[in-house]
């Protein structure tokens, strides 16, 4: 098992470096939408503080090409303050003199949010440079960013391998209730996939067809399937290098007693109506465009949700940024945080859908990772949870 902060001892005035994932949803005009990925690394940072260490928390947030000024981290040193109590302070660079003159200063207990490591080059190319000028402002490391531990970025994985390290609460957490899921799943086991990036999640739908009872797959990648079943899916998005692989997931499932459910209904629009006016189709032929899933698809995926022991959800089930064809998920998400069954749920757009609900309270765990959800679960663990040292028995 991997060490976890309460298996450090004396972080009493010593500099603890924190990795969290803060990268939350932002509009247009860099307004943060969701705080849910900071309040959940607030337990995390509240730990740190009570045992007396000095917490420097680091973080990216979207994907910057340099500076700029609306990826800067300052606005979430507000909401910070706003969480925590006792000093909460922001320096508007991750290395050289201002960071390190600034942590020198730092009380115990202190918190000092680092500006976006992303704006650095050498962060997501885990440049060692980088990752030994970010190690050495401090004593102890923790990754408690679950959602990009898949990662193997200078702060997720080359820190990790200078200074003496552990997991934190959230990633614990998260290691937990994944790992019960897949290895002492409550019967039946439904396991709902969707979303866009069919060549990334297509490798995960064989190890949840050997944990789950029946798979039920919506969203772009749903198409890819029915392709692979001999389906006509018209001009709707559809990853042919994919194809062959998704028969062969089909038969394993047919061999294997598992269901599989894909839509048997669709909400499209043709692929030149600019105004794109939606309607509902069994078939999808000629121009037209699956955006989302239809009633009758969505009557046969509550069906199966009802009668669940156990869920896991990732991914929305149509365009979820658009409106217009957020009815799907939105209906999914309703049944799933209405279930009596144990659920998980992760990925950004699955989240919003459940809170847009009005019954996230209802859901057992909300994941902070989306792909770093769907690689733990394909591989039993991520790139930078392995690097963390063992918990000494």
Known sequence: MKRTIKDLVNLKGKVVLLRVDFNVPMDNAGRILDKTRINQAIPTIKYLKEKGAKVVVMTHLGRPEGY???KSLW????ILMQSLSGNVYFCNSVIGDDA??????MNEGDVLLLENLRFYEGETKCDMKFAKEIASL???Y??????VAHRKHASTY????ILPNAIGLLVEKEVKELTDAMTKPKRPFVAVVGGLKVPG?????KTLLDACDVLLIGGAMAYTFLVAQGTIVGQSIVYDKCVLEAQSILKYAQSSGKKIVLPVDHVAVHAEDKKKKKFVTDKLIEDMVGYDIGPKTIDLFINEIQKAGQIVWNGPLGMYEEEAFQKG????AKAIAMSPAYSIVGGGDSISAIKKSGFANKINFLSTGGGAMLEFIEKGSLPCIDIIQEKIR
């Open 68 to 70: 700029e000024i609306r």
């Open 75 to 78: 606005q979430i040193s507000l």
């Open 100 to 105: 390190k003159n600034r942590i020198k200063s």
């Open 138 to 140: 401090g004593d102890v």
């Open 142 to 147: 923790v990754n408690d960013a679950f959602g």
């Open 158 to 161: 080359g820190v990790a391998r």
């Open 201 to 205: 999640k297509i490798k995960v739908l």
């Open 329 to 332: 998920t939105n209906k999914v």
